[in-house]
Nanobody, 117 residues
């Protein structure tokens, strides 16, 4: 059973930074290395939206709203994907979810990010 566990969320002032982590378990290192990993977020009253993805080769893709401020990266030795967030804005406030696909969609439980103005 694949499990994704996010951490690193919290309360930060506008302009601040946070680094989210997501550790995958129940998945071999080989499968993790070839998997595309992603971050999504869901703000109160809104649908879950795409934030960023990183492929097995390290290619990245970002939502326009976070380009230049967020950086997704991965450490295959640790089965971990990161989301470095800088210049945070109040509109970045949301629950952030880690995602991967391995026959099924797998989601973490989410980590709350709150940006105060």
């Amino acid at each position: 059973q694949v499990q994704l566990v996010e951490s690193g969320g919290g309360l930060v002032q506008a302009g601040g930074s946070l680094r989210l982590s997501c550790v995958a378990s129940g998945i071999s290192g080989h499968i993790f290395r070839i998997s595309t990993l992603g971050w999504y977020r869901q703000a109160p009253g809104k649908q879950r939206e795409f934030v960023a993805t990183i492929t097995s080769s390290g290619s990245t893709n970002y939502a326009d709203s976070v380009k230049g401020r967020f950086t997704i990266s991965r450490d295959n030795a640790k089965n971990t994907v990161y989301l470095q967030m800088k210049s945070l804005k109040p509109e970045d406030t949301a629950v952030y979810y880690c995602h991967t696909y391995y026959g099924l969609d797998y989601w973490g439980q989410g980590t709350q990010v709150t940006v105060s103005s």
